[in-house]
């Protein structure tokens, strides 16, 4: 099959999740015998080389999220020119729309992926209307009379989100969450046709192994360095309640953003925070015993079963449904009730002193990641597309 990628920017490894899950999903449907086609706005694609053979690279000739008469013009064309037979959008809110263009080519099936918590926006109303992290004492105070603006940006936002859907179905003929855990949530806020919807794992970046290197005594961090989702303020929080008591743990943070000036303020004063940037995380997670994660969502978080592949325990607050997905609690990490501090201490203390159960639990991290692995997350996504061929047909 000739199979096409949409996404908003060059479809990097190193650049973001959703980029690397890309990469990663090509390759192996490359490998399968699969033409491999990629369409996405003008960028620094000088930055790019891309380690399989792409039989060519196009971009829209206007560089906007909006979809023009232009864009999608030039969007049929290329998806003609070139045969396409499946579109997978990874773009889900800016260019689920563009699909329409290609609507009534026969031969043409597309997939939008939803690569976050589908509720995501839809849960966080109560809190963007009422915190944030910079506010002062009298700005909460005062923010205390928007509680009655919440049920009204409920409404109005639970109506746009089911536009939202509804027009997406009309575009396309799929709809791919990241785990079948969403669509319960899901369905009791977006009335729409559910046979349209499906659910397939992101793939693991790291092939599966056995072998565990020797540990550190670490915790780590990788992701975005911000407030609104990572909530990397708590870890901090947690670490200040702790670190007395393990002089001889450090906590390493990797990856960077605009959080990160304040959150190093706040740590000015503590011992054995590392601030490491934006580096390749893989040698951490070789290293570090516990990965800390301490988010208000995920929607796959793919950090978890890359950190597990190398025997690092993950610690996180059960807080978004693929949690469930990857971590049997108490077995291969820990699931936290969110957002106690004092309790994601307390469970995080037990295990930094118990060497025996970290080493349990982290061949139970490797052995369990492998139903993650890119070749069976390749079956998967097979078998879709011979289900939409069949229904072509």
């Not at 699969?34 to 053979?53: Q, T, V, W």
């Not at 939202?164 to 396309?172: D, G, M, N, S, V």
Request: hydrophobic content about 35%; proline content about 5%; aromatic content about 12%.
């Amino acid at each position: 099959m000739n199979i096409l990628f949409v996404y908003s920017r060059i479809l990097h490894p190193e650049r973001g999740g959703v980029e690397r899950v890309t990469d990663l999903l090509a390759k192996e449907l490359a490998r399968r015998g699969h033409r491999i086609f990629y369409l996405h706005n003008p960028g620094d694609e000088e930055a790019m080389k891309y380690s399989f053979p792409v039989t060519q690279m196009a971009f829209f000739p206007n560089p906007t999220h909006n979809i023009t008469d232009e864009n999608g013009l030039f969007y049929r064309n290329y998806v003609e020119r070139k045969n396409i037979d499946i579109v997978i959008n990874q773009d889900f809110t800016n260019y689920s729309e563009l699909c329409r263009f290609s609507k009534g080519i026969k031969r043409v099936r597309s997939i939008c992926v939803q690569h976050n918590n589908p509720l995501y926006e839809y849960n966080r109303i109560f809190d963007d209307t009422m915190f944030w992290w910079n506010q002062t004492l009298w700005q909460k105070i005062k923010g205390v009379a928007r509680i009655f603006k919440v049920p009204y940006r409920k409404y109005k936002y639970r109506k746009r989100l089911i536009q939202k859907y509804e027009k997406c179905l009309e575009c396309t003929d799929v709809i791919c969450l990241l785990s079948p855990l969403f669509i319960p949530s899901f369905r009791k806020i977006v009335p729409i046709d559910f046979q349209k919807i499906v659910a397939i794992h992101n793939p693991n970046t790291y092939p599966c192994s056995l072998t565990i290197h020797p540990k550190k005594k670490q915790l780590l961090y990788v992701g975005r360095i911000e407030w609104r989702q990572k909530r990397l303020e708590r870890l901090i929080g947690i670490w200040k309640r702790i670190y007395m008591k393990f002089p001889d743990w450090e906590l390493l943070l990797v990856g960077d953003g605009g959080f990160r000036p304040e959150l190093e303020q706040e740590c000015r004063r503590l011992e054995r925070v590392r601030f490491m940037g934006y580096q390749d995380p893989k040698p951490f997670y070789q290293e570090a015993s516990i990965l800390c994660l301490t988010s208000d969502s995920e929607g796959w978080g793919l950090v978890i079963p890359e950190a597990m592949t190398f025997g690092t325990i993950p610690v996180i607050f059960n807080s978004y449904a693929t949690a469930k997905d990857l971590i049997e609690n108490g077995e291969n990490g820990i699931l936290v009730p969110p957002f106690s501090l004092r309790r994601f201490a307390r469970e995080l203390s037990a295990l930094m002193k118990d060497e025996t159960k970290r080493a349990k639990m982290a061949q139970a991290c490797v052995q369990s990641v492998g139903k993650y692995d890119i070749q069976r997350i390749g079956d998967e996504w097979e078998k879709l597309f011979q289900k939409l061929k069949n229904d072509r047909n």
